[in-house]
């Protein structure tokens, strides 16, 4: 509440105050005066939000042929579950807006619907791509203009994840190579790799760690670059 709401509240409590007396004391005691006037910060939106936000976005990967290939993927922010759309070289808004229904179909059978959609301002996501989803009542965020403390972070941060821990280390062929190593690491980053926001767990856990076991057995996956260690059957 502002000083405003707050000196009301204690007229009708039959205190007499003045309204300025009530604006130090809340300067006084650190808080704004006036909070409703700056409304959350986009950090706070996020969170408070994140159970109902897809990011979205794009990035490049180029092969030992020195061709570009744009990799199109969604992130559920609440448990940072990463969806891969897919792989191309040719990244045309009605490949884009193609992608977007795919997503759709594949969220379609959650229990919570997504309600917003975050994006950049890049020209591949059309109007086609958006109607998509407000068609679904679902609000399109677009990231403000020379705004760098509303970019799109969670979706940044895991392609740094995933060049670091993977694409770093490996010569990619075509399309139907980077389609199928992505796929690979997606499911290992969806099913395994622990993340601190849950307490170590993996986007896709369900229900409480297992109990310890002294049996314990490696699996070796992409190639042997990532490891994933389970209790032995």
Same mark, same amino acid.
């Given at each position: 509440?502002?000083?405003?709401r707050?000196?009301?509240?204690?007229?009708g409590l039959?205190?007499?105050?003045g309204?300025s007396?009530?604006?130090?004391?809340?300067?006084t005691a650190?808080?704004?005066?006036?909070p409703r006037?700056?409304?959350?910060?986009?950090?706070?939106f996020?969170?408070?939000?994140?159970h109902?936000?897809?990011a979205?976005?794009?990035?490049?990967?180029d092969?030992?042929?020195?061709?570009?290939?744009?990799?199109?993927?969604?992130?559920?922010l609440? /448990?940072r579950?990463v @969806? +891969? !759309?897919? $792989?191309?070289?040719?990244?045309?808004?009605?490949?884009?807006?193609?992608?977007?229904r795919?997503?759709?179909?594949?969220?379609?059978?959650?229990?919570?619907?997504?309600r917003?959609?975050?994006?950049?301002?890049?020209?591949?996501?059309?109007?086609?791509?958006?109607?998509?989803?407000?068609?679904?009542?679902?609000?399109?965020?677009?990231?403000p203009?020379?705004?760098p403390?509303?970019?799109?972070?969670?979706?940044?941060?895991?392609?740094?994840?995933?060049?670091?821990?993977?694409l770093d280390?490996?010569?990619? /062929?075509?399309?139907? @190579? +980077? !389609?199928a $190593?992505?796929?690979?690491?997606?499911?290992?980053?969806?099913?395994?790799?622990?993340?601190r926001?849950?307490?170590?767990?993996?986007?896709?856990?369900?229900?409480p760690?297992p109990q310890?076991?002294?049996?314990?057995v490696?699996?070796?996956?992409?190639g042997g670059?990532?490891h994933?260690?389970?209790?032995?059957?």
């Open positions: 509440m502002g000083y405003r707050v000196h009301g509240e204690l007229v039959g205190y007499r105050i309204a007396t009530v604006w130090k004391i809340l300067r650190g808080l704004d005066p006036a006037r700056t409304g959350p910060t986009w950090r706070q996020l969170r408070a939000q994140a109902g936000i897809v979205c976005d794009f990035f490049t990967v092969t030992v042929t020195m061709r570009r290939l744009y990799v199109l993927f969604f992130l559920e609440d /448990r579950r @969806h +891969l !759309a897919g $792989v191309t070289r040719h990244p045309t808004g009605a490949w884009v807006t193609q992608q977007a795919n997503l759709l179909m594949d969220l379609g059978q959650r229990t919570s619907p997504a917003y959609l975050i994006r950049d301002r890049d020209t591949k996501f059309t109007a086609a791509f958006d109607a998509v989803f407000t068609a679904e009542a679902i609000t399109i965020l677009r990231i203009v020379r705004a403390v509303a970019t799109n972070a969670y979706a940044e941060r895991w392609v740094g994840t995933v060049r670091r821990e993977y280390h490996l010569l990619i /062929r075509g399309e139907r @190579h +980077l !389609a $190593v992505l796929t690979d690491y997606v499911d290992h980053y969806n099913s395994h790799r622990p993340h926001s849950f307490d170590q767990r993996p986007p896709d856990a369900t229900g760690p310890a076991s002294t049996a314990v490696r699996r070796d996956r992409l670059l990532v994933e260690y389970q209790q032995a059957a």
